[in-house]
């Protein structure tokens, strides 16, 4: 492997993690980086820092694709979800929170609210602490108007956040206790679990059976789960528990190991506060072979019928 090779490789899990939290999707994060080597492999000068020009080299690149993006977005059918990332190739212990915390769904749901320029710069400054002289070159911008970039970021980053959320171990005992209730179909276990505005949000982009559509409040979602979840299991649709974007979760699967769902929980004040579905075949294939949801979603249907 030659010198060139070698740097990229070792900064390919930092170059996919920038790219995936711009971009929101695993494939084109994966797209972006791969054009990023094309670009390194092919520069007829030698950069005097491989990571600055590699990162400022995907950061463009993804504004770029987010921006053609986001007309596909808003014309989207039913909420936006980002396709499901279960584990960030990057650790940083010094970033460990930052990087954790700008990972999960309700983070990266609210950076849909900022331009591409705001969502690169505060995730180059916010989350993987570059400086500012780095940020600027990487998005062309001067350092004055990067700053006010951030700021307007943070603000909007600000106003959707919770104010409290839960320690890794309260989420984790609260999500086995989660997922066991609704094997269970338990109705009053379930509704314990959860947030009195307790919201279920499931992204099928049109191309599968909607979860639910706007389920919410603890006794509308509980009777909701109670009442799906075991039947699906009845035709054999099986959740394996799952850190889904650093949150608790679960990959359910059909009866032949296809990738049906993920199911994320957003877990805040020792209550289930979001339930996050993503359902549109098209942002699991990364996980594995895709389930046909509309021929389980039939089978649900007989089951419930003979049940009636």
Sequence with gaps: MDDKA?????LRPLLFSLAYRILGSVSEAEDAVQETWLRFETSPTEARS??????????????DVLRSARARREAYVGPWLPEPLLADPYEDPERAAELADSLSMAAMVLLERLSPLERAVFVLREVFDFGFPEVSTAVGRSEAACRQLVVRARRHMAEGRPRFEADRREREELASRFFDALHEGDVDALQELLAADVAVVGDGGGKAPQLAKAVMGAGNVARLLASVFPRMAAVGVVGEPHEVNGQPGAIFRDREGKVLYALVLDVVEGRVQTIRAVINPEKLGHVGPVADAWAIDREVRRVRRVEE
């Design 50 to 63: 491989a990571k600055a020009f590699l990162s400022a080299t995907v950061t463009r690149i993804s504004i």
């Design 6 to 10: 070698e740097e990229f490789q070792e």
